[in-house]
């Protein structure tokens, strides 16, 4: 059975790793983990607290002592979440201090995880690794009708251009930059709505794992 793989989701902001993860976990009986909830709710605690998210030292020690509520707060998302979220992730120490958490919930039962560097760095040698893209535009208009969802009004020029901006930065960083690892199979959904980026997904599993 499935029973203890990993399969690691990454790419960049808004490309749906995160609605793409959760169904292949429902479907595959797997746990899942968001790991930018991590990051996003570190930085919340700095903004908390009115300290910088390049505090390094007030960011790590947010870092070691999150709790399972802080993953569950409702202002995790949004502009200043966001680039909060972004400029921790660029600290090593918080990385460091994440690293065995994620291992550990990945190693016990198997699990679904997505974000930047799961491929990378958090499980290397997952035996699936999926790097999930679409355009510039399209992210940035998918984001923009989340936002709207939850009843925010954002011009979609400005969020497309915070969206470039933290990929640079994500990308940019010295420790484990957004990237595809050499072994992700690539899967750009910009001509793809969820349920056909699913069966993509799916299908590329499948063939991965033999089932
Ligand atoms: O949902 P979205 O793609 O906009 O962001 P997210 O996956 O929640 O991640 C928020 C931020 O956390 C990213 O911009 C990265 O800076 C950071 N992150 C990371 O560095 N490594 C991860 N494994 C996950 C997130
Ligand atoms: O986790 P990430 O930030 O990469 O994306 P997400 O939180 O899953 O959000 C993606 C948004 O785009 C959701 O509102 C999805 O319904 C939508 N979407 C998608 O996930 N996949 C597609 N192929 C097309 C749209």
Same mark, same amino acid.
């Given at each position: 059975?499935?029973?203890?793989?990993?399969?690691?989701?990454?790419?960049?902001?808004?490309?749906?790793?995160?609605?793409?993860?959760?169904?292949?976990?429902?479907?595959?009986?797997?746990?899942?983990?968001?790991?930018?909830? %991590?990051?996003?709710?570190?930085?919340?605690?700095? %903004?908390?607290?009115?300290?910088?998210?390049?505090?390094?030292?007030?960011?790590?020690?947010?870092?070691?002592? %999150?709790?399972?509520?802080?993953?569950?707060?409702?202002?995790?998302?949004?502009?200043? =979440?966001?680039?909060?979220?972004?400029?921790?992730?660029?600290?090593?120490?918080?990385?460091?201090?994440?690293?065995?958490?994620?291992?550990?919930?990945?190693?016990?039962?198997?699990?679904?995880?997505?974000?930047?560097?799961?491929?990378?760095?958090?499980?290397?040698?997952?035996?699936?690794?999926?790097?999930?893209?679409?355009?510039?535009?399209?992210?940035?208009?998918?984001?923009?009708?989340?936002?709207?969802?939850?009843?925010?009004?954002?011009?979609?020029?400005?969020?497309?251009?915070?969206?470039?901006?933290?990929?640079?930065?994500?990308?940019?960083?010295?420790?484990?930059?957004?990237?595809?690892?050499?072994?992700?199979? %690539?899967?750009?959904?910009?001509?793809?709505?969820?349920?056909? =980026?699913?069966?993509?997904?799916?299908?590329?599993?499948?063939?991965?794992?033999?089932?």
């Amino acid at each position: 059975g499935l029973a203890g793989v990993v399969i690691a989701v990454d790419g960049p902001a808004a490309a749906g790793k995160g609605t793409l993860a959760r169904r292949l976990a429902a479907e595959l009986g797997l746990p899942y983990l968001d790991t930018g909830l %991590l990051y996003r709710a570190t930085g919340r605690r700095l %903004l908390d607290a009115g300290a910088d998210p390049r505090d390094t030292l007030a960011a790590e020690a947010a870092a070691r002592s %999150l709790s399972p509520a802080d993953l569950e707060r409702p202002d995790l998302r949004g502009p200043e =979440a966001d680039r909060a979220a972004s400029a921790v992730a660029a600290i090593p120490a918080v990385r460091a201090a994440l690293l065995d958490w994620q291992r550990g919930f990945g190693r016990t039962h198997g699990a679904v995880l997505d974000g930047r560097d799961i491929g990378t760095v958090v499980f290397p040698d997952a035996p699936v690794k999926l790097f999930v893209t679409a355009s510039d535009e399209e992210r940035a208009r998918r984001r923009w009708l989340e936002l709207r969802g939850r009843g925010v009004t954002a011009e979609l020029p400005a969020v497309l251009a915070d969206l470039r901006a933290r990929d640079a930065q994500d990308a940019g960083r010295a420790v484990a930059p957004l990237k595809p690892a050499a072994d992700a199979l %690539l899967l750009d959904t910009t001509a793809l709505d969820a349920e056909a =980026a699913f069966r993509a997904a799916r299908a590329l599993v499948a063939e991965r794992l033999g089932l």
